[in-house]
T-cell receptor, first 113, second 113 residues
Framework: GAGVSQSPSNKVTEKGKDVELRCDPI?????LYWYRQSLGQGLEFLIY????????KSGLPSDRFSAERTGGSVSTLTIQRTQQEDSAVYLC???????????FGPGTRLTVL | SQKIEQNSEALNIQEGKTATLTCNYT??????LQWYRQDPGRGPVFLLL?????KEKRKERLKVTFDTTLKQSLFHITASQPADSATYLC????????????FGRGTQLTVWP
C-alpha cells in the first residue's frame, strides 16, 4: 500500500516568506508526527496529532511555526516569516495509534535564502 | 536536559564482520528504545523496538540489547553486507510523553567488500 507522502520534496524560499509543507499519512493512521532534521543534527520532534488534536505542541521552536490536521488525515506545517535557521529537512510520520511503529515520509527539504 | 549519544559519527567495517553501534542516554527513564535505519534522501525506517523490561531482542541478523543500569543500548548487525551501509539512529520514547521520539544524531555505517 501507499506510504507516507510529503510535498513538495524541495522548497527554496526567501527569508521572510511563509511556507506550507504538506503530509499525507498512511490511510487509517490516527497519529501523525512532524520532525525536523538539520544538517549534522538528530531528528527534532516538533508536534504530533491524535486525530485532529495536537496534545503536544511543545517542540515547535517558535510562534512562527504552526500545524493543523483536518479530517484526521492530511496535515500542513506552516512556517511564517521564514529565517535562514529554518533550513532543514522536515519529516512527517504516521502510526496506527500512539506508541505504534512510526512510518516516515521522504521529507521536504526547505532552504531559506 | 535530555541527551542521547551515539558512539561515533562513522563506523567502517569489512563485509562479514559484526557491526556494533552504541547508544547512551542521560536524564531519561525510557519506556521504549528504538533503532531506525536512514538512507540518504529518505526518511528513517523502523528496525527494532525494545522495552525497558527487556534485555535483548533479535530479528534476523539484528540484535539489540538494553541495559537500564548503564543507560545504554547496543545494536549489532551480524554477517554484515555492503547493503547494510546506512545511517542508524537510536530513539527513545518516554512513558510520560508517549509518541514523542527523542533521536540521537546517528552513526553512519559503511560495510566494505
Amino acid at each position: 500500500g501507499a506510504g507516507v507522502s510529503q510535498s513538495p520534496s524541495n522548497k527554496v524560499t526567501e527569508k521572510g516568506k511563509d511556507v506550507e509543507l504538506r503530509c499525507d499519512p498512511i490511510s487509517g493512521h490516527t497519529a501523525l508526527y512532524w520532525y525536523r532534521q538539520s544538517l549534522g543534527q538528530g531528528l527534532e520532534f516538533l508536534i504530533y496529532f491524535q486525530g485532529n488534536s495536537a496534545p503536544d505542541k511543545s517542540g515547535l521552536p517558535s510562534d512562527r511555526f504552526s500545524a493543523e490536521r483536518t479530517g484526521g488525515s492530511v496535515s500542513t506545517l506552516t512556517i511564517q516569516r521564514t529565517q535562514q535557521e529554518d533550513s532543514a529537512v522536515y519529516l512527517c510520520a504516521s502510526s496506527l495509534k500512539i506508541t505504534d511503529t512510526q512510518y516516515f515520509g521522504p521529507g521536504t527539504r526547505l532552504t531559506v535564502l | 536536559s535530555q541527551k542521547i549519544e551515539q558512539n561515533s559519527e562513522a563506523l567502517n567495517i569489512q563485509e562479514g564482520k559484526t557491526a556494533t553501534l552504541t547508544c547512551n542516554y542521560t536524564n531519561y527513564s525510557p519506556a521504549y528504545l528504538q533503532w531506525y535505519r536512514q538512507d540518504p534522501g529518505r526518511g528513517p525506517v523502523f528496525l527494532l523496538l525494545i522495552r525497558e523490561n527487556e534485555k535483548e531482542k533479535r530479528k534476523e541478523r539484528l540484535k539489540v540489547t538494553f541495559d537500564t543500569t548503564l543507560k545504554q543500548s547496543l545494536f549489532h548487525i551480524t554477517a554484515s553486507q555492503p547493503a547494510d551501509s546506512a545511517t542508524y539512529l537510536c530513539a527513545l520514547e518516554r512513558g510520560s510523553t508517549l509518541g514523542r521520539l527523542y533521536f540521537g544524531r546517528g552513526t553512519q555505517l559503511t560495510v566494505w567488500p
